[in-house]
């Protein structure tokens, strides 16, 4: 079975630095990458990156967060810096097999306190 197992999220103080993981068995993901989802507010994308190493971020993010992959391991990683409060967040993995199959992380809470 394909599974994605997220690990990493918790709480940290405003400016902090936080690393998650995307655990990921079963398949090897064509592209893998973060979303993020706060309450009252649409999942939005976060940052992917491809099995070649291509990344995208969202505006939001860039600069202050890394997203990282180890073809060996089969692992995702988002590395988070300069955290804000905005960030504060369910985060999800995403894995994608071809152009339309997609898998789910269970999610993890990220909480960014002033």
């Known amino acids: 079975q394909v599974q994605l197992v997220e690990s990493g999220g918790g709480l940290v103080q405003a400016g902090g630095s936080l690393r998650l993981s995307c655990a990921a068995s079963?398949?090897?993901?064509?592209?893998m990458g973060w979303y993020r989802q706060a309450p009252g507010k649409q999942r939005e994308l976060v940052a992917t990156i491809t099995s070649g190493g291509s990344t995208d971020y969202a505006d939001s993010v860039k600069g202050r967060f890394i997203i990282s992959r180890d073809n060996a391991k089969n692992t995702a990683y988002l590395q988070m810096n300069r955290l804000k409060p905005e960030d504060t967040a369910v985060y999800y993995c995403?894995?994608?097999?071809?152009?339309?199959?997609?898998?789910w992380g269970q999610g993890t809470q990220v909480t960014v306190s002033s």
């Open positions: 995403n894995g994608k097999l071809l152009k339309w199959l997609d898998y």
């Open positions: 079963g398949s090897v993901f064509n592209a």
